[in-house]
């Protein structure tokens, strides 16, 4: 054994201890690599393991082996970028609740977990995010909010053949944000039944992901049913100030989530980032540190 896999095995040794003590609620770990059986064997930390991962093979065989676990983008991300997908997902699926502290174990993809963070859900990642800003009222159907931010992060990593894009996506109060829009083009989801439509289905989320080359926003309702593509917002609130060097994309969405009660997830064109934006605010960012080309 190396010195280094004798350290990472250390360290990991070493998270395990603290994610035992009590004021830990959970360990999240960010790893497709499963902790050695011996490793947890005994430990009171094994109750409160909860993994995130690439593939869905790897969350089904923990789940088999009574271990929570939830899916992540495979993506290239930093390591906060990677923490942050994982509280999402975790978040909208009800793993964690306000005032828990998560113990969150993450490294770069396909390497052994290097960083350790403690994190408290309703506290602040980062002066760009706080938790609880994703906590988005029981209107929202949480596996939709969750589907489609990972669609909008895999927007914001592949783009359109090669070619970066960048889309709106609003959720909720779909009858606010129709009478506050107007159609730029075809709408391609017309024509189909409701459970033809339905974000939750693979196939519509595909077609997303293609049809995000169109001008305008996607108009999507709280239970995942997609209205239209192609929407031109013209809901303005001149009391919604967006940063500097965000444009016309993040301005529609501010404007829009102002003045209804929709969210919006925005991919940015420029860099592939992505922000939800809720009451004119931006929630929650997520930022990738590489393109795919």
């Known amino acids: ?64 082996k009574k271990v929570r676990a939830l899916v ?9 970028e990677r923490v942050k997908v994982a ?4 978040l909208s699926q009800g793993a964690f609740k306000e005032g828990d502290l998560v113990l969150c174990m993450t490294g770069k993809v396909g390497r052994a977990p290097d960083t350790l963070m403690q994190m408290r859900i309703g506290g602040s990642l980062d002066d760009r995010l706080a938790i609880e800003g994703v906590k988005l009222g029981e209107e929202f159907n949480s596996q939709v909010v969750d589907a489609l931010i990972q669609l909008a992060l895999q927007i914001g990593q592949e783009g359109f053949e ?54 305008g926003a996607f108009v999507i309702r709280e239970d995942g049913v997609v209205l239209s593509a192609g929407r031109y917002l013209s809901a303005n609130d001149d009391t919604v100030k967006i940063p500097l060097g965000l444009g016309a994309r993040h301005a529609a969405a501010a404007g829009i989530t102002s003045t209804t009660h929709c969210i919006a997830l925005v991919v940015s064109q420029t860099s592939g980032a992505v922000r939800l934006l809720k009451g004119g605010n931006i929630v929650l960012e997520l930022h990738q540190t590489a393109r795919r080309s």
């Open 1 to 64: 054994m190396s010195d280094n896999t004798k350290f990472d095995r250390e360290f990991l040794r070493s998270a395990l201890t603290l994610a035992a003590k009590s004021e830990v609620d959970h360990f999240l770990y960010i790893c497709d690599t499963p902790i050695p059986p011996e490793d947890l064997r005994g430990r009171p930390a094994r109750r409160k393991l909860v993994y995130a991962v690439t593939l869905e093979a790897l969350a089904h065989e923990h789940q088999r």
């Open 72 to 80: 992540i983008p495979a993506y290239d991300y930093s390591r906060t």
């Open 87 to 90: 509280l999402v997902s975790a």
């Open 162 to 215: 090669g070619h970066p894009i960048g889309t709106i996506i609003t959720i909720g109060d779909h009858t606010s944000v129709l009478e506050k829009s107007r159609q730029l083009t075809i709408n391609p989801f017309q024509g189909l039944s409701e459970a033809e439509r339905n974000v939750l289905d693979p196939k519509i989320r595909d077609a997303i992901k293609n049809f995000s080359v169109l001008d």
